[in-house]
């Protein structure tokens, strides 16, 4: 219950393409679901969150969709560009506490 | 405005050693996180501790594993008798407060056990 699960493992994506990743969580007391960049050899970094009363969040080309029913939230990323090329965590929590993050996505956009 | 920071990044020891990890939390935080990344894997949860009170342990192994966030000074993870399955990235993040989701990581530890 406490699992959050992540796909794809890896996307490859051509330069101006659209990144999308999923993550399901069955966990009904999450209340915030953050995404998270990694580029190798650094931390992870907050990209995007949202919490379940919204169905939809957008910060420039990045767009967290969440469906609260399935139980399912995807971070879509438009227009996407080298620089993009990282890997990406999702995760869920309730008020801060049991953190749980998804397996993570290695997202490649080619030139 | 400094960010997280954990020293040092690159640590190897012998089986058998002690392995000392620190994290500074980002300045006005009183909460910190430890995870623990293996190669090609995600987070995975260790500690959750505020200033001398450890909140959540539950992801900590039973075993030569402790943590703690003194009053003064960093949050320490320490891991005693290290074998080479601890080998992996450490990572401590940060929040303000408990309730506070937001976390901000440091740029971890690199643990390589010979």
């Known amino acids: 219950q406490q699992q959050v699960k992540q796909s794809p493992q890896s996307l490859i994506v051509q330069k101006g393409g659209i990144s999308i990743i999923n993550c399901a969580y069955e966990?009904?007391?999450?209340?915030?679901f953050p995404w998270y960049q990694q580029f190798p050899g650094k931390g992870p970094a907050l990209l995007i969150a949202i919490r379940p009363d919204v169905s939809e969040k957008k910060e420039g080309r990045f767009t967290i969709s969440f469906n609260k029913s399935a139980k399912q939230f995807s971070l879509h990323i438009m227009d996407s560009q080298p620089g993009d090329s990282a890997t990406y965590f999702c995760a869920a929590t309730h008020y801060g506490q049991n953190f749980v993050f998804g397996p993570g996505t290695r997202l490649s956009v080619l030139p | 405005n400094a960010g997280v920071m954990q020293n040092p990044r690159h640590l190897v020891r012998r089986r058998g050693q002690e392995a000392r990890l620190r994290c500074s939390p980002m300045?006005?935080?009183?909460?910190v996180y430890w995870y623990r990344q293996l190669p090609e894997e995600g987070l995975k949860f260790m500690v959750y501790l505020q200033k001398e009170n450890i909140i959540d342990e539950s992801g900590m192994p039973k075993e030569r594993f402790s943590a703690e966030f003194p009053k003064e000074g960093p949050s320490i993870l320490r891991i005693q008798q290290v074998v080479r399955g601890d080998s992996a990235a450490y990572f401590c993040?940060?929040?303000?407060?408990?309730?506070?989701?937001?976390?901000?990581f440091g740029p971890g530890t690199r643990l390589l056990v010979l």
């Open positions: 966990n009904t007391a999450f209340d915030y």
């Open positions: 993040a940060s929040s303000p407060g408990q309730g506070e989701e937001t976390q901000y």
């Open positions: 300045k006005g935080h009183s909460h």
